[in-house]
């Protein structure tokens, strides 16, 4: 069964430096997304991306952040100067098309990114 | 994002069936219905989704109040893998509100 593939597994990074998140979703999926979760707290939506441009955002999701497809098969997270705070389990997911959000989102297993 | 309300734990013998509810009375008639389940250090996983009629797959079955402001996401039998947190979520559109979910523990 194809899957989402996340790298690396584990990134540690100092303060203030800037982080890129990798990710290979399903080759024939079109919506991709990340999400993140802080050790012992809820799962919470970043931003989802279509069509070569975000879709939708969250307020974490602030100038620090962006987000990239640099070629067919890659969706990036980078976090441009790290804070302490942005220590989490990052996971990525894509789904197919679906204006109605009917579509099943299929999850890697996440970056676990600490920050010293 | 509408709310969904989910007992905080459950748990369950081994080799027999679950019954894990969920309430959303504030559900709007385009919310669809997802649970998704999360084992220990592992992303989220899709579980099932409906709208208005129950849902057979070949994980679990989504039985939907008639109303709508309540389900139930059955798994027929329990196995030592099924232990997971099991979130319910409404949702039209693309983005996921996960809530704090239920914790599914399962005995053998």
């Known amino acids: 069964e194809p899957e989402v593939t996340q790298t690396p597994s584990h990134q540690v990074t100092q303060m203030g430096q800037e982080v890129i998140l990798r990710c290979v979703p399903i080759?024939?999926?079109?919506?991709f997304y990340w999400y993140r979760q802080i050790l012992g707290q809820k799962v919470e939506f970043l931003v989802s991306?279509?069509?070569?441009?975000?879709?939708?955002k969250s307020e974490i999701f602030d100038d620090q952040f962006s987000v990239e497809r640099p070629d067919g098969s890659n969706f990036t997270l980078k976090i441009r100067s790290t804070k302490l705070e942005d220590s989490a389990m990052y996971f990525c997911?894509?789904?197919?098309?679906?204006?109605?959000?009917?579509?099943?989102?299929?999850f890697g297993d996440g970056t676990r990114l600490s920050i010293l | 994002d509408a709310k969904t309300t989910q007992p905080n734990s459950m748990e369950s013998n081994e080799e027999e069936p679950v019954h894990l509810p969920c309430n959303h009375s504030?559900?709007?008639?385009?919310?669809?219905i997802h649970w998704y389940r999360q084992l220990p250090s592992q992303g989220p996983e899709y579980v099932i989704h409906?709208?208005?009629s129950n849902v057979n797959n070949r994980m679990a079955s989504l039985a939907i109040a008639e109303d709508r402001k309540s389900s139930t996401l059955i798994l027929h039998r329990a196995t030592l893998r099924d232990a997971a947190v099991y979130y319910c979520?409404?949702?039209?559109?693309?983005?996921?509100?996960f809530g704090a979910g239920t914790i599914l523990r399962v005995k053998s």
């Open positions: 997911a894509s789904s197919e098309v679906s204006l109605s959000g009917n579509q099943p989102q299929h």
């Open positions: 080759s024939n999926h079109l919506y």
């Open positions: 409906g709208l208005t």
């Open positions: 991306f279509y069509n070569n441009e975000i879709s939708e």
């Open positions: 979520i409404l949702g039209y559109g693309n983005k996921l509100v």
């Open positions: 504030t559900i709007s008639g385009t919310d669809y």
